[in-house]
């Protein structure tokens, strides 16, 4: 099925119209880079940022080799079921094209159904590590006629931990299978990657040349650890504003979803590795119409996800690594989008931050909340970042601050007996309480 000229493979011609009603101008550098080797049947690394269309960029040369009649060809791990579900979609979009047929085997939904689809003999499988590794030990999974394999967010699914399994996958399917893996960022473990898997691997790595990455402003707004939450109120209260909130632990999300609950909060949502699909997949649904405003998430709830035309990302607690800050960023500016990333933190924290990126050519500036805006001008007042409740505490601190700082509070030196002694205070009948005053 695949066309060549002048000795080089190009889009089949059903691919080709359809890139073309999907409005493509032209290839991303990562689908240049890795189109060519991956029709011949070579084994690739491919390294570019996020939302840079690396799915499409195996996607396409890959599917244009199958023939529906050829039974399971390629199989697609990936490290959560959403990011299965969303890999799923664009090879059926694609695939369907061409007559091929595409399921998704994911964890926390019923095997038995799974089994039933598998019957079918899908042509491309798209699944996560665990429930491929369940259905092949159950002996309903066989990858003996797959022609390759993708390992997506290779950085990731490649550790220390989840080696073997994924090792052990591979060495089910036949040597002569082409091994995929693409990844934003380059792990150790991915820089000795010839040396885990008996392949020649071609290394691709196109992130100081790719050009999908829109204007991305990098932001550095000062709020102290426990002020944080009222910020996020804040941020509601700009037009057409909307986040992905990142949390380093589960915990802290948790008690800002509960402040959130308790200010009655309706436009903001979590997404967690804890909850149901159910939710998870509601959660995404309501952020990407709008009817959610802040998702709160983690590193690994959010990895690989992708939400079209997302405005800004917060990092509600600051990365620790320069690798998650590049994944979390990726999320905002993808495809030419304008995009907007706010760390907050205090000042120290700052600091710590622009000295882990400092390597990665990101421009870390501070900005500031002002009239409900955010702004690269310090306000000529002080922005108070707190609700009534605040203002309140704020208050009577003054006033005992008053009576501890040399101003003495007014006393009433009247001898026993005077008539102003006797004076009922001016609101002593309101709500039908009395007031009496006590005297020394």
């Keep these: 099925m695949t066309k060549i000229k002048n000795g080089e493979r190009i889009l089949i011609t059903e691919f080709e119209e359809h890139a073309k009603a999907l409005g493509y101008k032209d290839f991303t550098a990562i689908q240049r880079a890795v189109y060519q ?62 007559g091929l047929s595409v399921e998704g085997m994911i964890g926390g939904v019923n095997i038995k159904r799974q089994i039933d689809r598998l019957k079918s003999h899908p042509n491309v499988i798209v699944g996560t590590t665990g429930r491929i590794t369940n259905l092949i030990d159950l002996g309903k999974l066989k990858l003996d006629s797959v022609q390759s394999i993708v390992i997506d967010e290779a950085d990731n699914l490649l550790s220390e931990e989840t080696l073997p ?82 949390f380093d632990q589960m915990n802290t999300l948790q008690k800002v979803s509960g402040f959130l609950i308790h200010h009655h909060i309706r436009e903001a949502a979590k997404l967690t590795s804890e909850q149901r699909q159910t939710s998870r997949q509601t959660a995404l649904k309501d952020f990407r119409k709008g ?48 995009g907007l990333v706010i760390n907050m933190g205090d000042d120290h924290d700052l600091r710590n931050l622009k000295q882990l990126v400092r390597g990665d050519g990101y421009e870390l500036t501070k900005i500031y909340f002002d009239e409900n805006q955010l702004s690269d001008t310090r306000p000529s007042h002080p922005v108070e970042t707190g609700d009534s409740e605040a203002k309140q505490k704020k208050n009577v601190k003054k006033s005992s601050d008053d009576r501890t700082n040399g101003r003495k509070p007014v006393s009433h030196k009247s001898p026993v007996g005077h008539h102003e002694g006797k004076r009922k205070h001016k609101h002593s009948k309101r709500k039908g309480m009395h007031y009496k005053r006590t005297q020394k």
């Design 291 to 338: 009817k959610v405003r802040l998702l709160l998430t983690t590193d690994v709830a959010a990895r690989g996800i992708d939400i079209p035309k997302l405005p800004a990302v917060i990092n509600f607690d600051l990365p620790k690594d320069p690798r998650t800050y590049v994944h979390r960023v990726g999320r905002t500016g993808r495809m030419h989008q304008d």
């Design 165 to 246: 399994e994924i090792r052990a996958l591979v060495d089910s399917a036949p040597e002569s299978a082409s091994l995929g893996f693409f990844s934003a960022t380059k792990s150790d473990l991915l820089s000795h990657i010839n040396r885990w898997f008996v392949q020649d691997i071609l290394t691709f790595d196109v992130t100081k040349i790719d050009d999908t990455q829109g204007n991305v402003k990098h932001g550095l707004l000062e709020v102290s650890n426990h002020k944080k939450e009222l910020m996020l109120l804040r941020f509601l209260h700009m037009k057409d504003f909307k986040a992905l909130v990142f």
């Design 37 to 98: 080797p991956l029709a011949e049947g070579k084994s690739v690394l491919g390294l570019a940022p996020t939302g840079s269309g690396k799915t499409v960029a195996f996607a396409l040369p890959l599917l244009e080799k199958i023939k529906s009649e050829d039974g399971l060809s390629l199989l697609v791990l990936e490290p959560s079921a959403e990011l299965a579900m969303q890999t799923q979609r664009v090879l059926l979009e694609w695939g369907q094209l061409i």
